[in-house]
């Protein structure tokens, strides 16, 4: 495969690949592990050349065998490689969950901080494309629960490969989860080589009235609302949290402090959601200085539908996104 | 531990081994019942042949993964046997400072991945431990020691299969002891036996007396051998019997008396003790001291596990993440 220079414009999806790359020419014991990861590229195209790159020792082709091959790359983690396995759609964490939640995130604690996890499970997820309530799901909340996972959900170019990188460098369990309708964002790949810091947010629309906190997909959807808002006189700073494990709190508590209000947007559905948890971060520290509740919005606690107008009601677009903060300009 | 017969023959020395783990299980069984252990407690008294035999073809730097009545494994790997007791009373000398206890006692020092309480578990990370040493280029294997009620999980099936597949160096050694918790496994399955079951993989297999220590390591060591030299993966199934229940406090009203004690007449330790005063290898009174000595072993670990601290409070906060 062709190594992409600096400043070139290169797709989400090419940033996660270029990532992974980067660490595999820099490590040896980096691997990735997945169904049709190798040969074929995988199904969105994301591994494609890596196979050709780096050989059928180091890319893996596995069978649809998730609980062999996740479970798997856990005990490679603790024996010396860096795994990066796939896991194809999130919603089929279902069929390997013992491997995250009993396995990945507490053997180090379990055995006294002897064992070392140093793996990525990386997956996808991104309803709006009636790929259907088995596909569709943002299951983020879900390993965020569990102590010792690290939890990553890029919604740039930049921090895509940025954050892949960190991740596989990381000696901890990540669970990086990319949106894949933003495989084809453009932008580019940073010029810092150092990579990112897992754990810091970015402010990435700055503003006074209100804080809008969200992560993967929906940042650019906030984005997006935060324009409709302006022209209505309402100037929204919109946080990208980057990572909810570990979450940088204090950017948000930062700006909600300043706006004195606060929305949380995601794509997962709300209740139980990882939105709670913002709100209640927010209220525990941030409560005298709020001049309303922490607004929530996300899908709505249904299986994703098939049909296209009826899934595009469940997803949060920048019109709702628009009508949320409202209601919270108005309530306070 | 003084192994006085242990440069006559090996079968002594695994008889030696073998008592350090009836000592060990017998004395935890006590103090659990005393409730000086916390927790579950799940013994292997009976099954000692299997583990020994098994770690007994293995290095060092050889790889186990184990599973919720592990300890057996474990000390037969060469776990420290003070620290194995210490974690079992939770105190911070524990081989994990107390923080995973009897069902999750691990030491990677010595190539142990830990127990496992999950049924099953071991498979899916032994198949990892054995990548690894493939892709690093060792001649290091891994086994998987995991019960008969495991062999209905799909992780059995997927993590076989994905050996078979890349052909790594794991041996998977199932313990039949004839029950899944409270359940005859007969019952379970109509297949004839595990190791029936490697042809469908594609891999060797073999069947063993796992009460008959010297046959237990006769197999180990061939399927270890063919492991190491790329022949593997392998399945051994270890025919044994639980002495106690699935857990300690396990009323066990559904094993009938007469099999219990025909297995009791097939002691893995009455067998050796038996073999090797047949054989000239030792005499009764060396046996009986290394009995005595394991006993003595093991009473010192239990004081050392008694006079041991809990851990300090602030410990719950360590080991969560790597830095």
């Known amino acids: 495969m ?63 065998s998730e609980m062999a091959f996740v479970g798997a790359a856990v005990g490679a983690a603790a024996t010396g490689l860096r795994p990066i396995v796939e896991l194809m759609f999130m919603d089929f964490v279902g069929v390997c969950f013992d491997a995250l939640l009993n396995q990945a995130s507490k053997l180090r604690y379990m055995t006294g901080g002897l064992l070392e996890f140093p793996l990525v499970v990386r997956t996808q997820t991104g309803a709006g494309r009636s790929s259907g309530a088995q596909h569709s799901q943002s299951l983020e909340a879900i390993v965020a629960h569990i102590p010792g996972l690290k ?53 990435a629309r700055s503003g006074r009235d209100v804080t809008v906190v969200a992560w993967s997909r929906m940042v650019e959807v906030s984005l997006q609302a ?44 709300v209740p139980f959601g990882a939105g709670a948890e913002v709100a209640a971060r927010i209220t525990e520290e941030a409560f005298g200085r709020l001049h309303a509740h922490v607004g929530r919005i996300g899908a709505p606690p249904v299986p994703m539908p098939f049909s296209p107008p009826l899934e595009e009601a469940c997803i949060p677009e920048a019109a709702a996104i628009a009508i949320g903060v409202r209601k919270t300009m108005a309530a306070s | 531990m003084a192994l006085h017969a242990q440069e006559r023959t090996g079968l002594v020395d695994l008889f030696a081994r073998m008592s350090l783990i009836r000592a060990f299980e017998q004395r935890v069984s006590s103090l659990y019942r005393a409730s000086e252990i916390p927790g579950f407690i799940h013994t292997s008294l009976g099954q000692e042949a299997v583990a020994v035999g098994v770690c007994a073809a293995l290095r060092d730097d050889d790889w186990i993964a184990t599973t919720h009545r592990g300890h057996g494994h474990c000390l037969a790997k060469g776990a420290d046997v003070d620290g194995a007791m210490a974690e079992l009373f939770g105190k911070a000398t524990g081989l994990c400072k107390g923080k995973g206890g009897s069902m999750h006692i691990a030491d990677p020092r010595k190539g142990i991945l830990g127990a496992n309480a999950i049924v099953g578990a071991s498979l899916p990370l032994a198949v990892g431990a054995a990548l690894s040493c493939r892709m690093l280029g060792s001649d290091q294997v891994s086994v998987a020691f995991f019960g008969d009620g495991a062999v209905n999980q799909g992780a059995f099936h997927e993590s076989i299969n994905l050996a078979a597949i890349w052909r790594l160096p794991v041996l998977f050694v199932c313990e039949d002891n004839g029950y899944a918790e409270f359940t005859d496994s007969s019952t379970m399955s109509r297949r004839e036996s595990v190791s029936a079951l490697g042809s469908a993989y594609g891999i060797a297999a073999a069947a063993v007396d796992g009460n008959d220590v010297e046959a237990v390591l006769a197999a180990a060591q061939d399927s270890v051998d063919a492991c190491r030299s790329g022949e593997g993966p392998f399945l051994l ?77 602030e410990q719950v906060f360590t080991d969560v993440h790597a830095d």
Not at chain 1, 24 to 50: E, K, P, Q, Y
Not at chain 2, 296 to 313: G, I, L, W, Y
Request: aromatic share 6%; proline share 5%; with cysteine.
């Open chain 2, 237 to 313: 199934e270890a025919r044994t019997y639980r002495w106690q229940g699935h857990y300690e406090g396990d009323p066990q009203n559904y094993k009938p008396t007469e099999e219990a004690e025909a297995w009791l007449a097939r002691d893995p330790l009455l067998l050796a003790r038996s073999r090797i005063e047949a054989g000239g290898l030792a005499v009764a009174d060396e046996l009986d001291a290394i009995v005595r000595d394991t006993e003595d072993r093991v009473q010192r670990a239990e004081e050392f596990a008694r006079s041991s601290p809990f851990p300090a409070v």
């Open chain 1, 226 to 269: 935060a324009e409709t808002l302006a022209a209505e006189g309402v100037d929204a700073e919109v946080i990208d949290l980057r990572s909810l494990v570990p979450m940088d709190i204090e950017t948000v508590v930062g700006s909600v402090s300043r706006t004195r209000r606060a929305v949380v947007v995601h794509e997962a559905v």
């Open chain 1, 2 to 64: 062709s190594t992409l220079t600096e400043r070139q414009a290169v797709r989400y999806m090419d940033a996660v690949r270029e990532g992974i790359a980067a660490e595999m020419r820099a490590d040896s014991t980096v691997c990735l592990l997945g169904i049709d990861v190798g040969s074929s590229g995988g199904i969105f195209a994301v591994t494609r050349g890596l196979y050709e790159e780096f050989g059928a020792e180091r890319v893996r082709d596995t069978p649809i």
């Open chain 1, 151 to 203: 939890v990553v959900m890029p919604a740039t170019v930049e921090d895509a490969y940025a954050l892949m990188r960190a991740s596989i460098r990381d000696n901890n369990p990540v669970v990086y989860i990319e949106n894949r309708r933003l495989y084809g964002r453009r932008g580019y790949l940073p010029a810092d080589e150092e990579p990112l810091p897992i754990g810091q947010a970015r402010i």
